[in-house]
């Protein structure tokens, strides 16, 4: 499923709109999210799930081909937590 | 930033009624989670792809306990943040580090370049939240 796919099912579903006006409403609605976490904050959707947004240490690792050790910069990295609710629709 | 809140944003960005940008998050949520039971991966561009994992049985243990229990085998949704967000998301940290870290939690701040977030709070919680989603079958 990629963007289209999404944008098709609301021009599909909800009623009222076209399909340019359907893809520009689902564009916004990415926007959003993504100018949220770029700003840090988490986003909580009930029954999908949560994006949180964590901050990472530094810390030594390692180039495997290598084997030299090497620092690993401190990052903000963003992860996705599934709803208890999501899980159960995958696994019944 | 909760799915109501989401709403907002949309629904004050794009001039729609509220309600109607309500079906629409709804929508989009629920063809995902559509997709992700069919076991279809799911890709956007931009923002990240879902993909299912799936785990084997394995013998867990109950961490209060310590005893063993069985764990059924299961599928689990696996999301990889896209290119650009994860670039978007840690340079947010590069800058705040570099300009002045610190402030409270220094997280929250907005982002740069009048893509609102959402003017969040007023109705922590409206009628329109949450109620249906991905509950159904």
Known sequence: MTKADIIESVYERVGGYSKKEAADIVEAVFDTLKATLEAGEKIKLSGFGNFVVRDKKARVGRNPQTGEEITISARRVLTFKPSQVLKHALNS | ?137
Do not use: W
């Not at chain 2, 290119?83 to 870290?101: D, T």
């Open chain 2, 1 to 137: 930033m909760t799915k109501s809140d989401l709403i907002e944003v949309v629904a004050g960005k794009l001039q729609i009624p509220k309600g109607k940008a309500e079906q629409i998050v709804n929508c989009i949520f629920d063809s995902m989670e559509e997709s992700l039971r069919r076991g279809q991966r799911i890709e956007i561009r931009g923002f990240g792809s879902f993909e299912i994992r799936r785990y084997k049985a394995y013998e867990g243990r109950n961490p209060r306990t310590g005893d063993p229990v069985g764990v059924q085998p299961k599928k689990l949704p696996f999301f990889k943040v896209g290119k650009e967000l994860k670039e978007r998301v840690n340079a947010a940290l590069q800058h705040n580090q570099s300009a002045q870290r610190n402030s409270g939690d220094g997280l929250t701040r907005p982002a740069p370049s009048g893509t609102s977030t959402s003017p969040r709070s007023k109705r922590p919680r409206t009628e329109a939240s949450s109620s249906s989603v991905g509950s159904s079958s």
